[in-house]
């Protein structure tokens, strides 16, 4: 099955693939490899999903962040790819940014949230290294930020 045919087989509805904010592109293409900037997490609505995991939001509401960091991360990557996702060889690696407190320690929980949409879609080819990261702060507040890099054929 293709990608694209997973995509609504699993009923998603990608976001827009949003342009960079800073002094920075969003996607990069070296050699086979495609680099996707990070991507916070923003609601179906389009509204930044802020706060801290473990104060402001639980692991849950964490994962459906992330989860949603992927949605974004899949938007990059098929513009990247002039909406053909059958370039993708495989997904690489994420790394997971999780705005949490200081006790909080499931961010493993939380980035499964990227990584398990990322699998959905893409299958054995969605397997992927990783980092799971805590941090004090992400930019504007957002709860959760994750980066990726694809292997095209």
């Excluded at 509204?47 to 960091?69: F, P, S």
């Excluded at 899949?74 to 513009?79: D, E, G, N």
Aim: proline share 3%.
């Amino acid at each position: 099955m293709s990608f694209e045919n997973k995509i609504k087989e699993l009923n998603i509805k990608l976001p827009k693939a949003a342009d960079p904010v800073g002094s920075y592109v969003a996607t990069k293409i070296i050699g086979n490899l495609l680099f996707i900037s990070g991507q916070i997490s923003i609601n179906e609505n389009g509204e930044l999903i802020k706060g801290k995991v473990g104060k402001d939001l639980d692991t849950e509401a964490g994962y459906n962040a992330a989860k949603r960091c992927a949605l974004s991360i899949v938007a990059q990557v098929k513009k990247a790819c002039n909406d053909d996702l059958s370039k993708i060889r495989t997904c690489v690696k994420l790394t997971g940014f999780v705005n949490s407190t200081d006790d909080f320690t499931d961010q493993p929980k939380v980035i499964n949230g990227a990584s398990d949409l990322i699998a959905s879609i893409f299958g054995d080819a969605g397997m992927h290294t990783r980092a799971a990261v805590s941090t004090n702060s992400l930019p504007l507040g957002v709860s959760v930020e994750v980066d990726a890099i694809f292997e095209l054929k």
